[in-house]
């Protein structure tokens, strides 16, 4: 599945107040990390709701990123414990409807860790690469034949002779 | 006689009409009891194959828009629910997607976990009760030769869509299947033309938890229980019982039915206003109220409580989810 052309989009939502800045900080320390992934700054890792992870991925998606304040140290006091649990029963959805574990990752990043921000991104780039392209609005490709099918119908009924 | 030509003149025209469902919509119409004198008094039922005779013919000979309302229930299964979609779009005035099939894809859009091939083996070549032996490998085809010439099948989609992915759609009626007094409330808006804007949902706009009288407390689940491992106290909330009941996310409208009678709710009214994903927001609002702070633990729990997640938080709703169907290349079971 591997392919070195393939450029995952990875779509990551960041805390404000602890990931958003550790990304903020890679930025000013020159730390380098994959240019796959577009970063959305929201309020509290607690915020993202499952549908935000949904929707990037049937909008084309690879790979998601969560990444919140670590555990305990929530500017929210605990929001980010039900990020935990929130990414916990999504992933076990997602696993059902057949999207690799792999894709959707959570991870705790503090204002201090650039770096470890910074890893983690490139390790989820890495795997995600691994995978392939989700390409997930391709599943509801129509099937073949649909378009003349229709125009059957419509030619049956033209010549079906009518009975009254 | 003039007085009744008169009258006929001014009746309206109604169409209903049955896609991928199972006609408890058709029955749950009735349900509107005597009232179904007035509809009778405002519209001619002009097609409905359910309960008349109606040919698809004389639906294609009438003029565009020529029919003043059409309660489409089912989803889009096959090529010919989607040609008739198309048709009925075209000859009325207001469509409304009628129930949770035609709205958000319902129990037939679980099938949406599978596609064509699997549904076909399973239905024509496995050998039980129902689905017969079939050594040659016979299949259902779009096109057949034989000697008086071709005959033709619809094409059988491998992704189940709903009425709104289809076609465009004026309004959507939820419930498996709507509530009488929601039905009725649709026709008169209908009737009296107080429409709502385009594309609402008519019904309310609050949670089957808001008309359910149980007492709430704050919520704390360290274990799901399946609705046959306990008998749930008739007093407390289902949920904090630790059932998975769908009402925190739910559209009211049914006067919390289920959970009167000590079943949880299900969540057949669907997303309440507003929410792009109903399995999303019972996601969402199910792990927030699990009772502990240990990953492992919270993994635990989910694993152990919610063997079937898709079945559990889209049992109504799958086709009309933002994913719609499982991943094709890994065929649903995720390895």
Known sequence: ?164 | MSQVTEKKAAKGKLAIYWASSCGGCEISILQIDAKILDVDAAFDLVFCPCIADGKVRDIEKMADGEIDVCLFNGGIRNSEQEYMARLLRKKSKVLVAFGSCASEGCIPGLANLNDRKSIFETVYNQGSATTPDNPQDIYPQHETQVPEGTLYLPVFYDTLKTLAQTVDVDYFLPGCPPEADNIWKAIEAIVSGKLPPKGATIGVDTTVCDECKRKKNEKKIKKFHRTWEIIPDAETCLLEQGLMCCGIATRAGCGALCPTVNSPCIGCHGPNEGVDDYGARLMSAVASVIDSNNEEEIDRIIAEGIPDPVGTFYRFSLAGSLLRRCNKATAGNGH
Request: net charge neutral; aromatic share 8%; charged share 25%.
């Open chain 1, 1 to 164: 599945m591997a392919n070195e052309n393939f450029e995952p989009k990875i779509v990551g939502f960041c805390c404000n107040w602890c990931s958003y800045r550790a990304a903020d900080l890679a930025g000013t320390a020159r730390i380098k990390y994959a240019p796959n992934v577009r970063v959305i700054r929201v309020m509290c890792s607690g915020r993202v709701d499952p549908s935000f992870v949904l929707k990037a991925l049937a909008s084309g998606a690879d790979g998601v990123l969560i990444a919140g304040c670590h555990p305990g140290e929530c500017h929210y006091i605990e929001q980010n414990y039900k990020a935990m649990r929130r990414y916990s029963i999504l992933k076990h959805t997602l696993r059902a409807m057949g999207v690799e574990p792999d894709r959707v990752r959570l991870v705790w990043a503090s204002a201090a860790e650039g770096q470890q921000l910074a890893e983690a991104i490139d390790q989820l780039v890495v795997d995600v690469r691994k995978l392939g392209p989700l390409k997930w609005p391709g599943n509801w490709s129509e099937n073949g034949h649909r378009e003349e099918a229709l125009e059957t119908i419509l030619k049956e009924h033209e010549e079906a002779v009518e009975v009254s």
